[in-house]
């Protein structure tokens, strides 16, 4: 044994160095494959590479030729030689500054064209210059790590925003609606409501005026075609063709080239339920909006349903957490419902912001204030999940206020000294989105990002644990203030 031992030992490191080099020229010869396909004809890429090789070249020689370097030992001699040879026609200095002249020339028309190559292949339509590009590259690589839960509307709305300013987004969407076209699919097929998911992956989708149109496409006829989305249909049959809805998800976000990433916030099958103030129990989201009543409580079905992974790790990395907007107990509350996220957003050492509601939605939110949102979230979570409100401030012009109050919807009226009792820091701003000819109310997308993205940058050194200190810029509360005629006319 003894004396086998150093054989063994020896056997073994020549195996060991035989794999290294092996690896080694396979891993070179990979490379030198991947760096050959610059030179594939039709590219356009290497004429221009061999003028700024030829540019590059004569600015070497005229340099040398102008401070008489000698290139011995190099490949280029003989072209020295005969730059010497012509250089006793011409005066010694003349043929230098000639050489590099021309050399400066050819190399920044080389790589001139080549870049321009370049350009067109990653921007064919020519809308951006490639510096342009680079840079909107760069910028969204480096954004905040931001995590939006919440589902219908309101929540892509928001997407649309923050997809301008970070490239690290996640969309924990609700799985519980059971109306229109994702009801539809829910019950005849067994697959989890696609619909909020569809309207996220549009919003984050870079191409997104056109997709949003086929995704957005509903089927006027056709028999079992009639009512639903083409991308509530695209989401179910990669659903079945990858195994999961995570699944088709991340495969129908590749194809679409999706800025972020949109989660479920759980792969049960959840069926939300709330109790009103008159002890009915109703059952199902969309007959939970369509009952009127106060509720008093919501829950789910399952009562403890498991949450995804991926929806998990990405609040625990996450640099700020937004709740809303959205529906308060259709939209908001079912992924707060999910205790494994409810836990992770409480252990989370960075900013969780919720943005209230604009407007109060008829037989859900009836009558309520910001401070009754606030209070509804903290009794479903039975904890303070988020640290401060974000509010809009601008009031809606009269035709708006007096065109909701006939669908029974009026402001959300800001209450003060309830909020500061709940312990919230309120921030109040413009995201007030009114469209002149319907006079129809919702978020503005862009402000609210911007918005958003401002604070993460100036609380992000906070800690959870300790008083967020927000810039007002030293400006009285009361300039923030929806006018009292509003929220008095919204009471009424």
Not at 105 to 129: D, F, M, V
Not at 239 to 246: A, F
Not at 322 to 337: A, D, E, F, H, K
Not at 354 to 376: K, L, R, W
């Amino acid at each position: 044994m003894l004396i086998n031992t150093p054989k063994s030992f020896l056997y073994s490191l020549s195996n060991q160095i035989k794999q290294i080099l092996f690896s080694s020229s396979d891993a070179l010869a990979q490379q030198v494959r991947s760096w050959s396909k610059w030179l594939t004809p039709g590219i356009s890429i290497k004429r221009w590479l061999a003028v700024n090789v030829v540019g590059i070249l004569l600015i070497s020689l005229g340099l040398s030729n102008l401070w008489q370097l000698i290139l011995l030992n190099y490949p280029i001699t003989s072209i020295a030689q005969v730059l010497l040879e012509i250089d006793r026609l011409f005066n010694n200095s003349l043929v230098g500054i000639i050489a590099v002249v021309v050399g400066l020339y050819l190399a920044c028309w080389g790589q001139a064209r080549s870049i321009s190559s370049i350009t067109k292949a990653l921007n064919p339509e020519g809308h951006q210059k490639l510096v342009d590009i680079l840079l909107c590259h760069h910028r969204l690589n480096r954004g905040h790590k931001i995590v939006a839960l919440g589902g219908g509307t309101g929540l892509s709305s928001l997407l649309r925003g923050l997809k301008h300013h970070s490239r690290n987004l996640t969309a924990v969407v609700t799985v519980a609606d059971d109306g229109g076209s994702s009801g539809r699919l829910r019950e005849e097929l067994g697959v989890l409501p696609p619909g909020d998911i569809r309207n996220c992956i549009t919003a984050l989708a870079k191409e997104e005026s056109l997709l949003t149109q086929l995704f957005q496409y509903r089927f006027s006829a056709g028999g079992g075609l009639e009512g639903h989305s083409f991308g509530n249909l695209f989401l179910t049959a990669m659903s079945e063709v990858t195994g999961n809805l995570e699944t088709a998800i991340a495969a129908s976000s590749k194809i679409l080239a999706v800025q972020g990433q949109v989660l479920p916030a759980t792969l049960s099958n959840v069926d939300l339920w709330a109790k009103l103030d008159g002890g009915q129990i109703v059952r199902g989201e969309s007959k939970i909006a369509a009952t009127k009543g106060k509720i008093d409580k919501i829950g789910c079905l399952p009562a403890n349903p498991k949450a995804l992974p991926a929806a998990l790790k990405a609040i625990e990395s996450a640099d700020c957490i937004v709740l809303g907007p959205g529906s308060l107990y259709t939209s908001i509350i079912p992924n707060l419902l999910v205790p494994e996220i409810r836990q992770a957003i409480s252990k989370a050492k960075v900013p969780c912001i919720y943005v209230c509601n604009i407007m109060t939605q008829p037989g859900e939110t009836d009558g309520y204030s910001v401070a009754d949102h606030i209070e509804a979230i903290d009794r479903a979570c039975g904890e303070k999940l988020f640290d401060a409100v974000l509010v809009n401030k601008t009031a809606p012009s009269d035709a708006a206020v007096a065109q909701y109050d006939r669908e029974n919807s009026h402001v959300v009226a800001l209450d003060l000294e309830r909020i500061k009792a709940t312990g919230r820091q309120v921030i109040l701003a413009d995201i007030l989105d009114e469209n002149p000819q319907t006079h129809h109310i919702r978020h503005h997308s862009p402000k609210v990002a911007q918005e958003l993205n401002s604070l993460v940058s100036q609380m992000n050194s906070n800690k959870r644990n300790q008083p967020l200190k927000l810039n007002l810029n030293n400006r009285d509360i009361s300039n923030y203030l929806i006018p009292q005629s509003v929220v008095s006319t919204a009471g009424e």
